[in-house]
């Protein structure tokens, strides 16, 4: 009879069924008998049969679409997470699955496996116990599945704590007005960048001197400095704008199918991020538990209760 053995097998089907049916021996006796290892033994104690299992792997990786290299792309400017984190939230939230690897190899392709330190852009203190920045991107991107106008993604990072807020708005001075007002933690500046613009034919020049009135504006009115950002990631972008125009082409209005179809729904999945999610980069706490802890040690940086923050 012909056996098949894996090229790296150390027992053959007889030396196994010994070890199944001698159940009387300890693992050590049957190792010493055999001449093997005794986690061979315990392996094989727990098997009904002889015979080597297959040794295909049991997951298929999954390719990642353009259109889900985007997302990504987009989460990791927005949270700024690490690799690990990224994975958990890219899985969670965005509901693609890839494996580790693949997820950096995208990140690699956008030229964005390291982000760099945003102290290296500016000369803040990210780590003064007297407050915190944020980072703010504003996205214009394709309109949702069945609109055909663009979409203003706003986005607002504590750099801190990793606290995210996003909407979906057409009026960016009443989204940052509204978190600086409501944001309980000292905010000492908001470093800023280009609106990433995703749309063709859209006036990029207007949209950038538009945004950086608006944000000097609501600095000066609240009192807070302001850090402008000359388009961090040129690569990135443009490699962005290439993917995005291509799949414009090809199935026009069609492809932006996000997770969360209007604001209360973003606003459900930004609020579990921000309360449920534990990241690495906090030592394994939410970003309101790590704001919270932070209220403990320095009360004094705080305008209010972080309690009040949802």
């Known amino acids: 009879m012909k056996i098949h053995l894996h090229k790296n097998a150390t027992t053959t089907p007889a030396q196994r069924a010994f070890i199944q049916n001698n159940s009387h021996f300890s693992v050590s006796q049957l190792a010493e008998k055999i001449g093997v290892s005794k986690t061979t033994v315990r392996r094989w104690r727990k098997r009904s049969n002889v015979f080597d299992h297959s040794h295909t792997p049991n997951r298929v990786s999954k390719a990642l679409t353009p259109v889900d290299e985007i997302k990504i792309v987009l989460c990791r400017l927005v949270t700024r997470a690490g690799l690990d984190d990224l994975h958990k939230i890219v899985g969670s939230f ?107 034919g859209t006036d990029i020049g207007a949209d950038r001197h538009r945004q950086l009135m608006m944000v000097e504006n609501q600095c000066r009115s609240n009192r807070i400095l302001s850090h402008h950002l000359e388009t961090p990631y040129p690569k990135t972008i443009q490699k962005l704008k290439e993917v995005c125009a291509s799949l414009e082409n090809k199935m026009p209005h069609v492809f932006w199918d996000f997770p969360w179809s209007s604001n209360p729904e973003f606003a459900k999945g930004i609020n579990q991020y921000n309360n449920r999610f534990t990241l690495g980069a906090l030592k394994r706490k939410t970003p309101n538990q790590a704001l919270k802890r932070h209220y403990i040690l320095f009360p004094s940086s705080f305008r209010q209760k972080p309690e009040t923050w949802a």
């Open 94 to 200: 965005l509901d693609i699955e890839c494996s580790r690897a693949s997820l950096n190899r995208c990140l690699k392709r956008y030229h964005i496996s390291k982000l760099p330190g945003l102290q290296h852009f500016v000369p803040y203190d990210l780590r003064d116990y007297t407050g915190t920045y944020l980072y703010y991107i504003c996205f214009q991107i394709p309109g949702f599945s069945g609109l055909t106008s663009p979409i203003s993604l706003h986005t607002l990072l504590d750099c801190s704590f990793r606290i995210v807020n996003a909407k979906l708005t057409l009026s960016g001075p009443e989204f940052l007005s509204h978190y600086i007002r409501e944001f309980p933690l000292r905010i000492l500046g908001i470093i800023h960048q280009d609106p990433v613009v995703l749309t063709p």
